[in-house]
């Protein structure tokens, strides 16, 4: 069964506990040199960012690429920020998880709901939202069944909008949960290095 090996990946990979301003921060590095990094809720256990990073082609480590959580904003004062910035009323795609559920959300789309539509596309392993009007269209795929290697349900995807903000629900399957649970009651065995502490503790 493909689940065990997602896991055990995890499980082999060096981890690093810090508890900071009400937020658990566990970093990962595995074998192949890649990073990851996740922060979780103190009091509720939820998932609030995960980001992951590579050794570029010189050996150096590259940028975070964010797949949960607030986007990377530019450094302000770079040079390119200085010359084109992103408006601020463009359409801003972020997930943000909850316990039961991958969540995404679309930021500074005014239309009424009718206008989108949400679907699976299984051969290519991804969602595609599209609108009536032609005005967004974004295809985005959910790693964590790709590294499980799970099926796309369609009927585990809905999607609702309020405040100009689109939000895409796909409930998580059972697989997934167990998984987590099991990985959750690892990491707290990970003593995390006090508040204000310099040394992160390692397993």
Not at 11 to 27: C, E, F, Y
Not at 36 to 46: C, F, H, I, L
Request: glycine content about 4%.
């Amino acid at each position: 069964m493909a689940v065990p090996s997602w896991l055990e990946r995890l499980r082999a990979a060096s981890k690093t506990a810090l508890v900071q301003d009400g937020k658990r921060k566990i970093h990962y590095l595995f074998e192949d040199g890649k990073e990851m990094a996740e922060e979780y809720d103190v009091k509720t256990g939820q998932l609030v960012s995960k980001k992951w990073r590579e050794k570029n082609t010189l050996g150096g480590s590259g940028k975070w690429q964010v797949e949960v959580g607030e986007p990377i904003s530019p450094i302000l004062g770079a040079l390119e920020s200085e010359l084109i910035k992103e408006s601020s009323s463009n359409p801003v795609f972020m997930r943000k998880d909850t316990l039961s559920s991958f969540q995404w959300r679309i930021r500074n789309l005014p239309y009424p709901k009718e206008v989108y539509s949400v679907s699976v596309e299984k051969e290519q392993r991804c969602c595609v939202i599209r609108t009536t009007n032609k005005k967004y269209y974004k295809k985005f795929s959910i790693p964590d069944l790709d590294r499980y290697q799970l099926p796309l349900d369609t009927a585990a995807l809905s999607f609702t909008h309020a405040n100009n903000t689109l939000i895409i629900t796909y409930q998580k399957p059972k697989e997934i949960l167990a998984a987590e649970e099991q990985l959750q009651k690892e990491l707290k065995k990970i003593k995390a290095a006090n508040n204000g502490d310099g040394d992160c503790k390692t397993q």
